[in-house]
């Protein structure tokens, strides 16, 4: 790549190491990676050149190279607990000199934020590009009253006046940074020496996207937001995996005097297998059921089973190993515990509405619809929107 066809670098700092949250940057939110979140957000700005993600870990290295970025292998010496984020791009900005290319803007991202918003990445390059910036930050605005405390205990107001509270509408908001991401001019950040110089833009973003993640609370938390914060669009996949009981039933059976058991089953959902398999997207079954039941339903759509599993994960990597399709480009469609160790390993784990909390919090997306009602036809149709 010429220095020429890049005026925006992008570059991620994530390094191996984590106190709070042990190998944090690897840790899953919406059942995706937090380097492999920002990436994402990266790639999907107009305005950034190229992706650059700077590590001492092999493992992160592999994942980023993975999701599309540029690796900077990051010497040990900066990548310490004490070693600044500013040293890193500073570091990543020489390697990418010496092979010519010279941004003049620099976007840098914090993987443990992972909600990053990618339109307002563009806005921020906006204002330092052409808006008479010189470096610009994410922040949302608050019109909360703050306060702080004195050396004697005593509480002080900071941003009011305790004996006059205006209305909200007749004040002015005040922003808190969200820690995302900052955007500078490369020559001046070089002159500078940090991410604040110049004149300094704020670039506002949703409240529900600030979240940063610093310690195991806040990773819940992001866990439990990222269905909310999701966006509910496609979903680009190569193949589609499901589990049968809960995902194409309602996860109950009718047991008879003898001991037979039936279910009930969607014919809208059998329609978008249909569509699937005239799309020529690949279409399995992978359950731990043994019930005849589970391959009499397969047979009728037309479509591969694997039933009778108990490790559901080593079948996928099997099955997706002899199909010759990469796990990132697999979508999942699970509802309970014993789907989680699959859906770890796919690029796209996806809940039905009324699974189980647990799988629910893995999945990067929660369908709308629940099992036995329309789940897997949803799918089918974001699967084939993309």
């Known amino acids: 790549m010429r220095g020429g066809e890049v005026g925006v670098v992008a570059v991620i700092p994530a390094r191996g190491g984590s106190k709070g949250v042990p190998r944090k940057n690897l840790r899953r939110v919406g059942g995706v990676p937090l380097v492999v979140r920002a990436i994402g957000a990266a790639h999907a700005a107009e305005r950034v050149d190229l992706v650059v993600v700077s590590t001492d870990d092999p493992e992160i290295a592999a994942l980023a190279e993975g999701a599309g970025a540029r690796v900077v292998h990051r010497p040990a010496e900066l990548a310490g607990d004490t070693a600044s984020s500013e040293t890193a791009v500073r570091h990543a900005l020489d390697l990418l000199e010496r092979d010519g290319i010279r941004p003049h803007t620099v976007v840098f991202l914090q993987a443990t934020s992972p909600f990053i918003p990618s339109e307002g990445i563009d806005r921020g390059v906006d204002a330092v590009s052409g808006g008479g910036y010189d470096s610009a930050f994410s922040a949302y605005a608050t019109y909360g009253f703050l306060w702080e405390r004195g050396e004697d205990g005593a509480a002080t107001g900071v941003n009011h006046d305790p004996a006059y509270r205006p209305r909200r509408q007749d004040r002015a908001p005040h922003h808190v940074e969200t820690g995302g991401f900052y955007v500078f001019d490369a020559a001046g950040f070089r002159a500078a020496g940090h991410r604040f110089f110049g004149r300094t833009a704020i670039i506002e973003v949703p409240e529900a996207t600030a979240i940063e993640i610093d310690d195991a609370e806040q990773l819940a938390v992001a866990t439990t937001l990222a269905p909310l914060v999701a966006p509910r669009g496609r979903i680009p996949v190569d193949a589609v995996v499901t589990d049968f009981d809960g995902v194409h039933t309602d996860d109950s059976a009718w047991v008879d005097a003898e001991g037979g058991e039936a279910v009930r089953v969607s014919r809208s ?40 599993v108990e490790d559901k994960a080593a079948a996928l990597v099997g099955w997706a190993a002899d ?20 859906m770890a390993i796919v690029g796209w784990p996806i809940a039905v509405a009324d699974a189980h909390p647990a799988v629910r919090a893995a999945a990067r997306v929660v369908l709308d619809r629940a099992g036995g009602h329309g789940a897997v036809r949803e799918l089918a149709d974001r699967v084939l929107r993309a």
């Open 269 to 308: 959902d059998g329609m978008g297998v249909a569509l699937l398999r005239r799309a020529g997207v690949p279409v399995l079954i992978l359950s731990t059921e043994v019930h005849p039941v589970v391959r009499a339903r397969a047979d009728k759509l037309g479509v591969p089973v694997l039933h009778g």
């Open 323 to 342: 199909s010759g399709i990469p796990s990132e480009r697999i979508a999942y469609l699970g509802n309970d515990v014993n789907d989680l160790g699959v």
